[in-house]
């Protein structure tokens, strides 16, 4: 059961991620810039270290990105150092589309370079059903 739900995971990994870089690639040229990298400060307000991770595995590939460095995490506040070369307004985009994959319900804030992540609620994820022998 852990295997199967582990796949479908990655599965869904992988789909998002491909949705993020065709979306990125339909984008026009504006929403990234070579010669542009900004450092955004992201605060997942609310947030357990564990669906902190599911973000991670989402926003590393997002279009654009450079680096990320953990700036501090308690039981439920997580600050990090994101750099893109994409722009503000895909980076947003892009991590609410990933909330809503991930059955999140948030309120995204954000100010020039700081952004923050709200979580106001879990939407529970049906499971594939499988009927087993």
Do not use: C
């Not at 893109?84 to 809503?100: C, G, P, Y």
């Amino acid at each position: 059961m852990r295997s199967y739900m582990a796949s479908m995971f990655i599965l869904g990994i992988i789909v998002l991620g491909s949705f993020f870089s065709v979306n990125a690639q339909n984008e026009s040229t504006s929403v990234l810039n070579a010669s542009a990298i900004s450092e955004y400060n992201i605060e997942f307000a609310q947030f357990t270290p564990e669906q902190v991770a599911q973000f991670h595995a989402f926003y590393v590939h997002y279009s654009g990105y450079q680096s990320h460095h953990l700036a501090s995490q308690n039981l439920s506040n997580t600050k990090i150092l994101y750099s893109t070369l994409a722009s503000k307004a895909l980076l947003l985009n892009n991590l609410q589309k990933t909330a809503e994959y991930l059955g999140l319900e948030v309120l995204v804030r954000s100010a020039e370079l700081k952004i923050s992540l709200q979580l106001m609620g879990v939407t529970p994820r049906n499971l594939p059903y499988k009927e087993w022998d």
